[in-house]
């Protein structure tokens, strides 16, 4: 009897040794935690997992996306959103300054990413309170682009392809702007439209580039992204060379705003025959396409480093 009880209490303690064994050596229960990210509002947004349905309501922003290879997780694009060509054909949400609400809507977004100098207060607001998750990113500098890729692909899980994006754009930038660093500094101003005459002030990331690619914006201290100006004003300005965008076939490009600053010949610019011509596409969005608009700048305002850029532009050494 005694022995039976012994055996018995053996098996007893072997089988429990076994479950707490197994119990102690089972697969952990994977949690996923919520993760926070604070856009250029100061509004916080929370997500479980990464987002999957992207509305882009900025060009620019659309290109981020694309040099990050979250493209393919767009629902929806502002107008003007049309590079890379993976974009063409999505839904179209209104402009980067007028987005249709009701179709962000109707597309069942996870995130809406807008432009905060161009997002109207009141839709973004309209759109979170309806708990759509918004993000607003400032693009005034080049560190803002910088900036906003990093931060898209932390919250999009895309951390390397960021990385890689950022380290290169930033390298060719940098090397760019040391290039014209120290070269005599021509008077500039950038032509955006003639009635009323537009520039870029202080506030606009073109301001910045100018200044990086070895010019001074005569309009740089107006604490404005886009300010009016008078034609009386200009000519005080004295400005060495103009600036002007191309390939929107319309008023606003050169060939078409030539005969009216062609009246004017006492300005520096206009008596030296100094025009600069940059392609819209690539000098009005603060994407990752913006060290190609530096490039061509920085090559018009100092040919004689022509040379050296379109070697860096190349990956080659300057």
């Known amino acids: 009897m005694i022995q039976n009880s012994r055996i018995k209490l053996f098996f007893i303690f072997w089988i429990t040794l076994t479950v707490c064994s197994q119990h102690l050596y089972a697969e952990p229960v994977k949690v996923e935690k919520t993760k926070t990210f604070v856009d250029d509002t100061e509004f916080s947004l929370h997500f479980d997992n990464p987002p999957q349905r992207i509305i882009s309501v900025s060009p620019s922003i659309t290109e981020i996306l694309g040099v990050i290879n979250v493209d393919s997780l767009l629902v929806g694009a502002s107008l003007y959103s049309y590079y890379p060509a993976s974009v063409k054909d999505l839904p179209k949400v209104g402009s980067y300054v007028k987005p249709n609400i009701e179709q962000i809507i109707s597309l069942n977004p996870d995130l809406v990413v807008m432009s905060f100098e161009g997002a109207p207060r009141r839709d973004v607001n309209h759109l979170r309170r309806l708990k759509v998750n918004v993000a607003v990113l400032r693009s005034e500098k080049f560190s803002d682009i910088i900036k906003n890729i990093n931060w898209l692909g932390e919250v999009l899980q895309h951390q390397k392809e960021a990385e890689e994006a950022a380290w290169d754009l930033e390298g060719r930038y940098e090397q760019i702007r040391s290039l014209v660093k120290e070269t005599p500094k021509p008077n500039v101003f950038y032509s955006i439209t003639l009635n009323p005459i537009v520039s870029v002030g202080a506030k606009s990331f073109i301001n910045s580039l100018i200044h990086d690619a070895g010019g001074i914006n005569i309009t740089g201290d107006i604490d404005q992204?886009?300010?009016?100006?008078?034609?009386?004003?200009?000519?005080?300005?004295?400005?060495?060379?103009?600036?002007?965008?191309?390939?929107?076939?319309?008023?606003?490009?050169?060939?078409?705003?030539?005969?009216?600053?062609?009246?004017?010949?006492?300005?520096?610019?206009?008596?030296?025959?100094?025009?600069?011509?940059?392609?819209?596409?690539?000098?009005?969005?603060?994407?990752?396409?913006?060290?190609?608009?530096?490039?061509?700048?920085?090559?018009?305002?100092?040919?004689?480093?022509?040379?050296?850029?379109?070697?860096?532009?190349?990956?080659?050494?300057?």
């Open 225 to 318: 992204a886009y300010p009016r100006l008078t034609i009386e004003s200009v000519i005080a300005m004295s400005p060495d060379i103009l600036v002007f965008s191309s390939g929107m076939g319309n008023e606003l490009d050169m060939e078409n705003q030539l005969p009216f600053w062609k009246r004017w010949k006492n300005i520096p610019a206009v008596r030296d025959q100094r025009f600069v011509e940059v392609n819209h596409d690539i000098i009005n969005r603060p994407g990752p396409r913006v060290v190609q608009a530096l490039a061509s700048i920085a090559q018009q305002l100092h040919p004689e480093k022509a040379e050296a850029i379109q070697r860096i532009m190349k990956n080659e050494k300057p």
